[in-house]
């Protein structure tokens, strides 16, 4: 008589279990030798319809004999399509001859996984206080901004909106109201301006219940104008002095920069900051409607410095309108991956390299050694999974050690900062902190 086997029951995974698209699983099934031959060597059990969900369509049979039952496993991986999804399988014996009274079947429901929680924030307008706003000296004022909620989790009990950087202006955290995602807030922060003249900006960032800082920064940029001199009457010639009057010096002495850190290889480019007041309002492409300089023109930024490093004298808004001329801008005010290329014909968009994608730490320091800076993009949140909401990209300027120092756009003074310090991953180095990088010579 031929072989023959049945199906007995489902020890994993009964059908219409739902799973999550492209999950691994381990379906296991009881199933009989109901014929007179037993199973041994060669004997399998095969794939014939439907999803195979496995690269092995087809594993050995385990030895039965005649009325014996035994269990049956497979490896599996969910297709990555959501829906009804089905797999039969048969027995197969060692002349290739398919057997068995019944089809075995495997019937799941995949469906999109479910993303981890995730708190992030977009800045959406400045509500109050524009950037470079004259404020009188001891002035309170209140900086208003719109966000959007662009995460997955529902913010309210313990978020805050802290202060991170700059010039605190005696702010304080801010309670945050529940904001479900998908909805925009409007976030306030009661200050006070700086007594003394000069340019002063404060940055601040979201906080969740746990205390970790994420989602877009936010920021505010104020200028304390000096008082007015009272007019003072004109001396004759050659008249003295008023007695015991103190000298008045031509102009107050420059303040002392802070030394610049130690590279021990580096490429020159100076600092530009996409949030200078001269140019940190005009929308990128000159286009209506698109964000600025000030909020989205990290990048551009980056490559403006690039190009000074090969001999351009050009700031960022007139990298802008040359990109406009010239090609630079991909889907309207996107920036090219090759723009600085087009906007000029001698230097070379040689690749652009992403993280997983080559030895991009590697490529980086050839270039530094050839004083060549390189754009890189970085996490804003380092501490969670990377997404594209928290891209941001710096200039690489110097290796120093272990780390690289960087030329952060974000930043308005001049200083080149340590890429680890900022926004390295806890426990990792530069190959988990450099998403992408670009690289161009001339």
Not at 8 to 23: E, N, R
Not at 147 to 169: A, E, R, S
Not at 185 to 206: E, H, Q, T
Not at 422 to 434: E, F, N, Q, S
Request: proline content about 10%; overall charge neutral.
């Amino acid at each position: 008589m031929p072989a023959n086997g049945r199906y007995i029951k489902d020890v994993t995974i009964p059908d219409d279990t739902p799973m999550d698209m492209g999950a691994a699983f381990t379906k296991t099934w009881i199933v009989q030798n109901n014929g007179d031959v037993a199973w041994g060597p060669g004997f399998h059990f095969v794939h014939v319809d439907g999803e195979p969900m496995t690269t092995q369509t087809k594993v050995p049979l385990p030895a039965a004999a005649p009325g014996q039952q035994v269990e049956i496993s497979l490896n599996l991986t969910a297709p990555m399509k959501p829906g009804k999804q089905f797999s039969d399988w048969k027995f197969q014996d060692d002349k290739g001859n398919l057997f068995g009274q019944d089809i075995i079947y495997l019937i799941i429901q995949c469906k999109q996984p479910t993303p981890a929680a995730k708190s992030s924030s977009y800045f959406v307008a400045d509500l109050t206080i524009p950037d470079g706003s004259p404020i009188q000296p001891g002035t309170a004022f209140t900086k208003t901004w719109r966000v959007k909620n662009n995460g997955n989790t529902t913010w309210g009990m313990g978020y805050g909106l802290v202060f991170v950087d700059g010039t605190p202006m005696g702010a304080a955290p801010v309670t945050v109201p529940q904001t479900p995602p998908g909805q925009e807030v409007d976030l306030s922060v009661n200050l006070k301006s700086p007594a003394a003249p000069g340019s002063y900006f404060g940055d601040f960032r979201l906080r969740d219940a746990a205390g970790q800082l994420f989602g877009a920064k936010l920021w505010l940029q104020i200028t304390v104008p000096a008082p007015m001199a009272a007019p003072t009457p004109s001396t004759p010639v050659g008249a003295a002095p008023t007695p015991g009057a103190a000298p008045v010096p031509s102009s107050a002495p420059a303040p002392v920069a802070a030394p610049a850190p130690v590279i021990a290889t580096q490429a020159k480019a100076p600092h530009f900051s996409q949030r200078d007041p001269r140019w940190s309002n005009i929308p990128l492409a000159n286009m209506g409607g698109a964000p600025t300089i000030g909020r989205w023109g990290c990048m551009m930024t980056c490559l403006t410095m690039t190009a000074n490093s090969y001999g351009y004298s050009i700031t960022p808004d007139q990298f802008n309108h040359l990109m406009v001329q010239r090609g630079g801008f991909v889907n309207g005010y996107f920036t090219s991956w090759s723009a600085l290329s087009a906007v000029y014909a001698d230097i070379v968009f040689v690749s652009k390299i992403d993280i997983g994608g080559g030895n991009i730490v590697g490529q980086i320091d050839s270039f530094l050694q050839a004083s060549r800076p390189v754009p890189v993009m970085v996490d804003t949140t380092p501490q969670t999974a990377y997404s594209d909401v928290d891209q941001h990209w710096v200039l690489v300027v110097g290796r120093n050690g272990e780390d690289f120092w960087v030329n952060d756009p974000i930043d308005l003074s001049g200083t080149p900062v340590s890429l680890l310090g900022r926004y390295g991953r806890p426990g990792g180095g530069l190959t988990d902190a450099v998403r992408s990088a670009l690289f161009y010579r001339k």
